[in-house]
Nanobody
Framework: QVQLVESGGGLVQPGGSLRLSCAAS????????MSWYRQVPGKQRELVAS???????NYVDSVKGRFTISRDNAKNTVYLQMNSLKPEDTAVYYC?????????WGQGTQVTVSS
């Protein structure tokens, strides 16, 4: 069973930055595609960014140029660097791992952007 533990969320002012981390308890982390999703109450969970096993990345349009997803296979960790944060980025952010038909979710970390 894979466990994903997110950290790095918190309260930040508009225009500020945060870096989310997701540590995976797995021995073969490099073969997992990793993603970050976010969800606000009453709305569907939204894919924010993803990174493949070859470190190819993809972003939702609303975060392009502001967020960067990266991975460190030696540390079994995926990151989401979030810059120029906006109030509409406020959400619970979830880490997601996928290998073939196996999928796993983290417990989520709250990000609040407010002055």
């Amino acid at each position: 069973q894979v466990q994903l533990v997110e950290s790095g969320g918190g309260l930040v002012q508009p225009g500020g930055s945060l870096r989310l981390s997701c540590a995976a308890s797995v021995s073969d982390f490099s073969i997992y595609s990793m993603s970050w999703y976010r969800q606000v109450p009453g709305k569907q969970r939204e894919l924010v960014a993803s990174i493949t096993t070859l470190s190819s990345t993809n972003y939702v349009d609303s975060v392009k140029g502001r967020f960067t997803i990266s991975r460190d296979n030696a540390k079994n960790t995926v990151y989401l660097q979030m810059n120029s944060l906006k109030p509409e980025d406020t959400a619970v952010y979830y880490c997601y791992a996928r290998r073939t038909w196996y999928t796993y979710w983290g417990q989520g970390t709250q990000v609040t952007v407010s002055s």
